[in-house]
């Protein structure tokens, strides 16, 4: 008896099959038809789909093999060896052994056993903040500049104005050029220094050395250092001295430079000490030199809304200085400083000011009156 099947074998990975098909087999002249269940195991899983034509031999049907539904139950007498395992077993003339099998694993009991995907949600992003309305300044700012005029004029000199910068570049002075070092030497040791601390370190380094390229140099920078302190930073402040005084000699001929964009680029000096000394060095007014009496009121006034609320010791004077400029008249530029520094050292001071010695009670925005 021979029963040819036609089927789709799929060769799993160490496990046993089960499929049924539809027979077609006889005896002599007779032919029947009937399904066929049919059972092996697979040894290799190299093979994916392939089409596979299978003949068992040898099988005959026995009495009574007949199901009672009209079937015949047929059993293969040995696994079906895949073709790959054949075709190995014969080139080498070894028989592989069968790889042990593995437990089957539903796809739905894998489905079940695997964590839920998450799905995160796209980040919405977030909206840009709206462009900020241009600065504009209190609109009384020109009142409130003559009222500082007038404060000044009537009140008593103030620290600025016998010990600033601009009369320790002329003390002793015995050229222009000697007049124009001393006013950059002066304005680098106001950085964060009083002007009255400022001043005596200036009449002390002036009995050291003079205060000239060839006297600073001699004296170098321990001994720089040593005359000036305490000023704030005597130690990096000396050190950029003697930096300057060999550009000054190298590229300048002694003198120093003339524009703001040349004075910046010298070791230790900044944007308010460049347009200091343009500003008396010079003569040449090239913006509004701001410091911490400048930037506090100016933001106190109205002038500005540069103040860092959040941290207070953490201000920025140079954007205060750009945006006053931005607005206020060049012709105002000059006066700006002397008056609002004066100013912040004797009345509009940073703790506790003299609000009841002041004249711009009525039109400042920042003035609380007494409970």
């Known amino acids: 008896m021979v ?5 789709i074998v799929v060769y799993g990975r160490h496990s046993t099959h089960s ?6 087999g006889g005896r002599g002249s007779g032919l029947w038809r009937a399904p066929v269940s049919f059972s092996f195991s697979s040894v290799d ?12 031999r040898g099988h005959t049907r026995a009495a009574g093999a007949e199901n009672e539904d ?7 007498a040995d696994p079906v060896t895949p073709p790959a395992i054949a075709a190995k077993e014969k080139s080498t003339g070894a028989e592989i052994a ?23 949600p796209k980040a919405v992003p977030k909206p840009k903040k709206a462009a900020s309305p241009p600065f504009s300044p209190h609109p009384l700012w020109q009142q409130q500049l003559e009222h500082i005029r007038k404060m000044r004029e009537a009140g008593p000199a103030a620290p600025v104005d016998l010990f600033g910068c601009a009369e320790l570049g002329k003390r002793h002075a015995t050229s222009p050029e000697h007049m124009r070092l001393q006013t950059l030497i002066s304005s680098m040791l106001s950085s964060q220094t009083t ?4 001043e005596k370190a200036m009449g002390r380094l002036y009995e050291a050395c003079g205060i000239t390229i060839e006297g ?20 990096a402040k000396s050190a950029n001295i003697i930096k300057v005084c060999k550009i000054l000699k190298e590229e300048y001929a002694g003198d120093i430079p003339r524009t703001f964009e040349d004075l910046m680029s010298l070791p230790g000096v900044g944007p308010k000490m460049a347009i200091l ?12 030199c701001v410091d911490t009496h400048v930037h506090r009121i100016s933001n106190r006034l109205g002038w500005a809304n540069t103040w860092n609320y959040k941290n207070p010791k953490a201000q920025n004077p140079e954007k205060t200085r750009k945006l006053l400029e931005s607005w206020m008249p060049r012709e105002n530029w000059e006066e700006v400083n002397p008056l609002l520094v004066g100013l912040g050292q004797q009345t509009c001071r940073a703790v506790n000011p003299k609000c009841w010695e002041c004249s711009l009670t009525a039109i400042c925005p920042s003035y609380l009156p007494p409970v």
Not at 19 to 24: C, D, E, G, P, V
Not at 98 to 120: D, G, L, M, Q, V
Not at 216 to 234: A, N, R, T, W
Not at 277 to 288: D, K, L
């Open 3 to 7: 029963i040819s099947l036609s089927c």
């Open 277 to 288: 000394v343009c500003a008396y060095g010079w003569g040449e007014v090239v913006g509004i």
């Open 216 to 235: 600073l140099e001699e004296l170098g920078e321990e001994g720089i250092g040593e005359v000036i302190k305490p000023v704030s930073f005597y130690t």
């Open 195 to 198: 002007d009255l601390v400022n």
């Open 70 to 76: 009209g079937t015949v139950q047929i059993a293969a």
């Open 98 to 120: 069968p790889r042990k099998k593995t437990k089957n694993i539903s796809t739905s009991s894998i489905a079940a056993a695997a964590p839920a995907r998450t799905i995160k």
């Open 45 to 56: 899983h190299t093979f994916s789909q392939q089409e596979s034509r299978l003949s068992l």
């Open 19 to 24: 499929l049924a098909f539809s027979a077609i």
